[in-house]
């Protein structure tokens, strides 16, 4: 589980397309940033809380204030998370916390790859497995080939 | 007036119901003169609709206060422009919209077969006009735009509209709604063809020959459509990115994909006559999911920002979604049998089995994207809690399937049809590996050690090499042969096989599109309020506030500042970011300046007056190789109108002579 | 105004519709019961143009080239018989191949009138059955 959170931090700041990290001003301001990207604004934009470009945002200055004063205070971000979490319920985190039924939320994704790679799997074999042409069609012999081989040379010269 | 557009759309909705009739009757009592008759209904239903939607242009631009619509979404001071573009701003008028693009669609696709396959056409066009049916009931019952304002019984005006939404008065906005809905609509077409033959038993691929042109060209005012939407968000919205995962996104991003699944895979049953019910299941899929796509803009079954207000109309969506697939799933079940493709594979290590997994991956996409989108609703449901699925859930989701597409996009074309040995796989691959892997080792030891980041650019360069190589080797081959540069050969090259080297050309697009969305893990921000002569730092730039002018007109009043920005002492540019607050509807926006350079953009938000002190207050975003993105984006264009150019192909070989002149003409015309 | 317009336009979309001459029926094209054939040829032979072209391009082993070269002409062969023997059928049938309206089997073309009596098919819209007598449905 552990490791599954470092990637999802990993995660949080790959190649995302709206997630901005920021690699100058000071670290606090990073940090402030990094938490607010997890958090879903509600003020009625659609962004997150680090994103929301609404100026004088209620929501948004009511949320960085207190992350602020709990970074200040020496605090992880999973407690401020959780903090926040509790006091405005599940729906102010961006993406759902993976535990109970949102867990499937976040495996079904996987679980749909999973089973769409069986299907794969299973696919190719059937394919691979040889089979008489369809509609009584006989299969080709040498002679068929043979017969038809000036034919088609020559067509095919004439294409190019 | 407003009675004209009305009983026009009433008109419209009688002859939609005689026009099915008429082509199906036609049909199976074998009458030419009902089948006829229901085409040329096809073109009074065209008529009708136009009537209808000329109407309400014409009360727009009359400023016809009167009609709710109108109130609703325009004003007087509204420039012209966007007066016409006010008849999508609002639900009513885009759906009227949208089904006058379909009318207008099955007009081509009556007209542009009229001498061919007449024995589908009638169920196409009972397709087609039962989808315009559907949108008729909602226009004419449900939210008509020709309603009028009325007070205890008489007919009112207010003075003055709302006016159009101010985030939407913005260039690429007016055509943004219109590519979209020339992308959702003309998948209709496709399917029409698809549902018609399946119906009518075809022998051979003949809907799909039938068919090419329409998904490509629609397939690109998809992307089009889309991309506007990002360029609009980027520009206009001023959060300093394009793409918030919102569910209206979402729901444009879903047929895209299957689109995109249905043009690889339909190369499998044009060459070898393999996964027929795929593409089947596909092509509905994409219709589907674009009426899907309509209904959540206009639902409210999930919130967000693009979402028409809440209404009734979710209803209709759910009844017709409904039936619509269940007939698919019928139909397809009763044809399994005619549907037998001759799948036969010779080799795993084959194109055949890379699209495979590049249908699975797409899919895959889909997906979770439709999983993410729903889930809110679906957990609300079973645990009563409110959840967000945001931004954070879908990249988690799908960077890694997006990098593992990206890398299928570099090996697919690769693998020859059939099958690829060792060697030839060695003879491909070992170049361009050798080469990102390198890369990969600069960038590590010198940019970055964001892993994606990292894959991003490794499998950027992979697919940028080999695609690069195709052209290269093919046109040596043909200089090889008749001699000339090595760019007229390219030319040749691609000429001789468009949709190949188009389909190549589109790849790149979307390796530059990689590029541009990787920047995103690299962006800088910073925000602050700024005095005159006050000086902001990001990254390598400093930013100084040196004027500050207030404007006003008509539609709005506006604050412009000027802001100097300079790296390392050295004045670059003059920026004239700008707050902007519209009279008729009282919102406040901002106009972004940007200064775009292919290695970052420079991106100046006046993001609004602080409280205390009315100081303007400047938010600055640098955003890292950006432009790759739309540059992507015109690649993926050019590629695509490339694709659209038939290949040049001598059909020197004996044609059979059974074939009636017109056929001949049709093999020739196709080819 | 509105409504004289409305007017207009419905009675002309009515009249659009409805108001079609013998001379705008489409003649019925017999559909050609070798297209799929065709098709399906001009398909193998874009493949082993493309296959022809990328071996040239050193993208492919000498064995994989020649495997697959002959794994499409294989198939190409089928076609190629299978047309050989529709064609040879429509031959012995109709000494005139010039004819489509008398070409075999599926390709039988639609007839333009049926007689609801005696149920012969005629190829040209008739006024009265050719055979019975019998007075045809109009304009269809």
Known sequence: MKSWHKASILFLLALVLSAQTVSTGDKMHVRLRAIGEKLKCQCGCSYTVGSCNMLNCHFKSEVDAQISADLGAG???????????????????????????????????????????????????????????LGGAPAASGALVEKFRDQMEKELADLE | MEN???????????????????????????????????????IALWAL????????????????????????????????????????????????FWLWILSTYAVVAVYTNRRKHRDMMPYVITILVTVQCFFLILVNFVANPFQVLAAGGEITAVPDGRGLNPLLQYPAMVIHPPFLYLGYVGFCVPFAFAAASLITKQKGEAWIATTRI????????QTCGIMLGARWAYAVLGWGGYWAWDPVENASLLPWITATAYLHSVMMQEKKGMMKVWNIVLISATFFLCIFGTFL???????????????????????????????????????????????????????????????????????????????PVLSEAVT??????????????????????????GVGPLFAWRRTSVESLKRNFLWPSVVSLALGAALLATVTRNFYALMAFMLSCFVGLTILAEFYKGARAIQAKGGGSLVVCAAELTHRNTRRYGGYIIHMGIVFMFIGFTGAVFTSEAQQEMNLGDTLKVAAYSFRLTDLKQTDNRNYASSVATIEVSNNGELLQTMHPERRFYHASEQPTSEVAIRPRLKEDVYVVFAGMSNEGQKPVIQVFVNPLVNWVWLGTLVVIGGTLIALVPSKVKLAYARTQVLGTTKKHEVLAQS | MAFAL??????????????????????????????????RKKAIYDSLRDLQFEYRMGKLSDTDYAETKLDLQRQLAVVLAEMEKLQGKAENAVPTPAAPATAPGPAKPRPVAVCPRCSTEFFQPMKFCGECGQAMPSAS
């Not at chain 1, 006091?87 to 985190?93: E, H």
């Open chain 1, 75 to 133: 605090a992880d971000e999973a407690s401020i998370l959780g903090k926040l979490k509790e006091k405005y319920g599940t729906l102010v985190l961006a993406a759902p916390p993976a535990e109970g039924f949102n867990l499937v939320g976040w495996l079904m994704p996987f679980i749909g790859l999973v089973v769409g790679l069986i299907a794969v799997r299973y696919i190719l074999i059937r394919w691979r497995r040889p089979r008489p042409a």
């Open chain 2, 4 to 42: 004209l557009g009305s009983l026009a759309l009433l008109f419209a909705f009688c002859f939609a119901i005689y026009t099915v009739l008429a082509a199906l009757v036609g049909k199976w009592k074998d009458r030419a003169y009902l089948a006829v008759s229901a085409e040329r209904a096809v």
């Open chain 2, 49 to 96: 609709v136009t009537t209808a939607a000329g109407t309400l242009v014409y009360l727009l631009f009359q400023n016809d206060f009167r009609l709710s619509f109108v109130a609703a979404h325009s004003n007087r001071d509204l420039p012209a422009v966007y007066k016409f573009a006010a008849w999508w701003g609002g639900q009513e008028g885009s759906l009227l």
């Open chain 2, 214 to 221: 329409w998904t490509m060209v629609t397939w690109l005012f």
């Open chain 2, 297 to 375: 803009t206009r639902s409210g079954v999930v919130s967000s920002v693009h979402a028409f207000a809440q209404s009734p109309i979710g209803k209709y969506f759910v009844v017709f979604l409904a039936l619509g697939i269940a007939a698919t799933v019928y139909l397809i079940l009763n044809r399994l049998d005619f549907l037998k493709s001759e799948n036969q594979l010779e080799s795993l290590v084959s194109r055949e089995s890379s699209f495979l997994f590049n249908n699975l991956l797409l899919l895959a996409s889909c997906f979770a994207v439709l999983w993410g989108t729903l889930f």
């Open chain 2, 384 to 409: 009563g809690e409110k959840i967000s699925v945001g931004a954070p859930f879908f990249n988690k989701v799908n960077v890694p399937i997006g990098l593992f597409l990206l890398f299928l996009t």
């Open chain 3, 6 to 39: 409305a007017a207009i336009l419905i009675v002309a979309v009515v009249v659009f519709t409805l108001a079609i001459r013998q001379k705008d029926l489409p003649e019925a094209v017999p559909p050609s019961p070798t297209a799929h054939l065709e098709e």
